[in-house]
């Protein structure tokens, strides 16, 4: 379920209201795991990819557990969104890889909009849940304000063979749909990223 406008209204005002100020854990779902407090949030290990994300400052722990959650799926298409971005070359060269805006201002926004939209809807086999965790944490406002909200932490995986198939189909959708629409650059480009994910999934 998607966060509500006025849900994530509020959330807002809790960020700028506990700016800067002190804050204290008065409970959690249990020992904090050490992926919790990792500097990375995606990685590679034992064959699998990992996710991580986090969101805070939550007025209802459930609504915290599903942004968490849904943060850490996206990430996963941001991930497919930026290999297809690369795959295309000169046609997506600096563009932003945030798969919801994906051509705020930049040139070629129609080609950039419909590989984001491919990247969104490729089939992404073996997702796994992980983990979770979360915090309920007071905060004093500069202001003085007592303010108790939640914390919430999410990891998902995927095989890493299953990544790249997602990667190869992405970029395959996009060959074939935007044909007419690429240069002969982005083509070739195209072309080779595609041989080179055939290469990893032998």
Known sequence: MKPSVAAIAVSSLLLAACAGSDERIIDSSGSKPGWV?????????NEKNYFRSMVDRQLKLDLAM??????????????????VLSAFGETTQGVSNDIDN?????????????LALISKSVTLQGVTQEASYW????????????????????????????????????????????????????????????????????
């Open 102 to 114: 994906p051509s705020a201002g930049q040139e070629g926004g129609f080609i950039k909009r419909e």
């Open 37 to 45: 407090n990792s500097d990375r949030d995606a990685w590679t290990e």
């Open 66 to 83: 599903d942004r968490a959650r849904m943060l850490s799926f996206r990430k996963i298409n941001e991930n497919v969104y930026t290999k």
């Open 135 to 202: 915090e309920k944490v007071r905060t004093i406002t500069r202001a003085g304000e007592d303010v108790v909200a939640y914390k919430a932490y999410s990891l998902v995986s995927i095989p890493a063979r299953n990544l790249v198939q997602a990667q190869k189909a992405a970029t395959q959708a996009g060959l074939t749909k935007l044909n007419s629409q690429l240069n002969q650059e982005a083509k070739e480009s195209a072309t080779k990223a595609l041989d080179s994910l055939k290469q990893e999934l032998e």
